[in-house]
């Protein structure tokens, strides 16, 4: 089977009706981060969401590791999903399901060393979906996300062999490497930001060859 494929840091009205055409199952819409270039305002954030029909997944990334702060994020934008880009540090992952039963849980793995996969199979029993990523939370400057740079396959091909929740696969990937990294990791979905950007803006070209390339 084929991973979904997630189309990140959407920043316009026009790329997600881009990146739908070209058959995107989920967007992801990048709120504020410590670091990383795909950031707008959760107005803009509220208002891509609005219009994205069903079944297209609207994943709102929060640097918030606060639940209530989590949880009021998400009433700001709205979106059906919320993918939590750092670890949390008050409350748990029951107090967001208990007030928003509707909207799913993504939680991201910074993959760093084989401690990594312990933290994922934990968290996966508490979230909807897990999301492998290469950033690194304990920089003074955060990296969230959004590095361009790939991480140790091997340790996300582990995760996702024994991880009962759907996995997705970030990181780096473009073109040249994302067969790759699907016979490798056997992902749920993949996610990509940079690799399918010229100058920070979604280039058709790349989403075209990019989706030709999951789908050969
Ligand atoms: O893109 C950002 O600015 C960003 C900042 C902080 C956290 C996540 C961010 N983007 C996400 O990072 C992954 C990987 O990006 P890339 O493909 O390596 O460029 C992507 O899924 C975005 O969701």
Redesign the pocket.
């Given at each position: 089977m084929f991973p979904k494929v997630?189309i990140?840091?959407i920043s316009s009205e026009e790329e997600a009706s881009m990146a739908i055409g070209y058959g995107a199952a989920a967007l992801?819409l990048?709120a504020k981060?410590?670091?990383?270039?795909?950031?707008i305002d959760d107005a803009l954030i509220a208002t891509i969401a609005a219009l994205v029909p069903p079944p297209i997944g609207t994943?709102m990334?929060t640097?918030e590791t606060n639940v209530d702060e989590i949880i009021a994020h998400h009433y700001r934008t709205n979106t059906n999903t919320i993918?939590i880009?750092d670890a949390l540090q008050s409350g748990t992952y029951k107090a967001i399901k208990t007030a928003l039963p509707v909207i799913k849980i993504v939680q991201?793995i910074h993959i760093i060393n084989e401690a990594s996969v312990d933290e994922a199979l934990q968290i996966a029993e508490h979230v909807d979906a897990l999301?492998l990523?290469?950033?690194n939370p304990n920089l003074v400057l955060k990296?969230?996300?959004?590095?361009?740079?790939?991480h140790n396959w091997q340790l996300s091909k582990q995760i996702v062999a024994q991880c009962k929740k759907p996995v997705?696969l970030?990181?780096?990937?473009?073109i040249d490497n994302v067969k790759r990294a699907i016979d490798i990791v056997q992902p749920y979905g993949i996610?990509?930001?940079?690799?399918?950007?010229t100058n920070q803006q979604l280039d058709p070209h790349k989403l075209e060859v990019f989706f030709r390339t999951v789908y050969a």
């Open positions: 997630k990140c840091c992801g990048v981060m410590p670091s990383g270039p795909g950031v994943f990334l640097s993918q880009v991201v999301l990523d290469s950033g990296e969230l996300g959004g590095t361009g740079r790939t997705f970030a990181g780096g990937l473009k996610d990509v930001c940079s690799g399918v950007r």
